[in-house]
């Protein structure tokens, strides 16, 4: 038995052009999948970028 599910292909308004350009091919190629540009994807910059070291408060 086969299951039918649209499909969404979600992108953000930040993301770089080649992602963007990516999500539109995919809705245009792939059948029952939407476009869904989005001002933001609710994922934290802080996520998206590596995290920073440290430095450390001790002294020596």
Same mark, same amino acid.
């Given at each position: 038995?086969?299951?039918?599910?649209?499909?969404?292909? $979600?992108?953000? *308004?930040?993301?770089?052009?080649?992602? %963007? %350009?990516?999500?539109?091919? $995919? *809705?245009? +190629?792939?059948?029952?999948?939407?476009?869904?540009?989005?001002?933001? &994807?609710? &994922?934290? +910059?802080?996520?998206?970028?590596? #995290?920073? #070291?440290? +430095?450390?408060?001790?002294? &020596?």
């Amino acid at each position: 038995m086969a299951v039918a599910a649209g499909r969404k292909a $979600l992108v953000d *308004a930040d993301d770089l052009v080649y992602f %963007q %350009q990516v999500a539109t091919d $995919l *809705a245009d +190629r792939l059948s029952d999948t939407r476009h869904l540009p989005l001002p933001w &994807t609710g &994922t934290s +910059r802080a996520l998206n970028a590596p #995290p920073r #070291p440290r +430095r450390s408060s001790r002294t &020596t």
